[in-house]
């Protein structure tokens, strides 16, 4: 299993980046996916869930501004980030677990200057 993630950098507060997650190695379309995020001192969270039907879930501090989607044809899921505050600041890792077994991207940092 591989997890690719990209798209991370440095936006000011109430800007927009979008991150993407390139997988393989496991049949990606009946997986859901999920992306972390862990910001410096405090526990890694869970940012927002994507079902293998589609369905959605976030968390209270992001909802309304970020849009968690899947490309099945592609294996890719992405987490598009408006409003952008400066607590979003975090390293964000995309996130499966088939098999029963958890595994993780490399994480990609997002900064947010205010």
């Known amino acids: 299993v591989q997890l690719q993630a990209s798209g991370g950098g440095l936006a000011q507060a109430g800007g927009s980046l979008r991150l993407s997650c390139a997988a393989s190695g496991f049949i990606f379309s009946i997986n859901a996916m999920d992306w972390y995020r862990q910001a410096p001192g405090k526990q890694r969270e869970l940012v927002a869930t994507?079902?293998?039907?589609?369905?959605?879930n976030y968390a209270d501090s992001v909802k309304g501004r970020f849009t968690i989607s899947r490309d099945n044809a592609k294996n890719t899921v992405t987490l598009q980030m408006n409003s952008l505050k400066p607590e979003d600041t975090a390293v964000y890792y995309c996130?499966?677990?088939?098999?029963?077994?958890?595994?993780w991207g490399q994480g990609t940092q997002v900064t947010v200057s205010s």
């Open positions: 994507i079902t293998s039907g589609g369905s959605t």
């Open positions: 996130h499966v677990d088939p098999y029963h077994v958890n595994y």
